[in-house]
């Protein structure tokens, strides 16, 4: 049998203390949101003047990210350079730039997705946090 590292709480905190440093500093409003690597909530933060939708969008884009183990920008390009077909593939709804894999050797840990900003800046934010984790 093998083993895998899984993320932990204590990692959790650090991604989302790095991932609100990055926001607050820039001065965005958004949502970050933390998965396992199957795509199950494992921390929801929505700062103050985050759109309300955006407490749903990012769930989706670490979800994404988690399940596909790619960055959920990855699908966004899919569908934009002509496969559309791509937007009935099952469980996958943040199909948008914004949702990052947490990757250590080779194994998806889970996500972070960010939402609230252009989509270039929320996966800003979501690398961010998971920079973190390496210091």
Known sequence: MQNKPVLELSDVKIIVQAAEACAIQNHWAVTIAVVDDGG???????????????????????HTAALGRRESKAYEDVINGG???FLSAPLLQGMLEGGVPIMKDGICLGAVGVSGVKSTEDAEIARAGIAALAQ
């Open 40 to 62: 199950h909530l494992l921390w929801l933060q929505r700062l103050d003047g985050a759109a309300a939708i955006t407490a749903h969008i990012a769930p989706a884009k670490a």
């Open 83 to 85: 496969r559309v077909s």
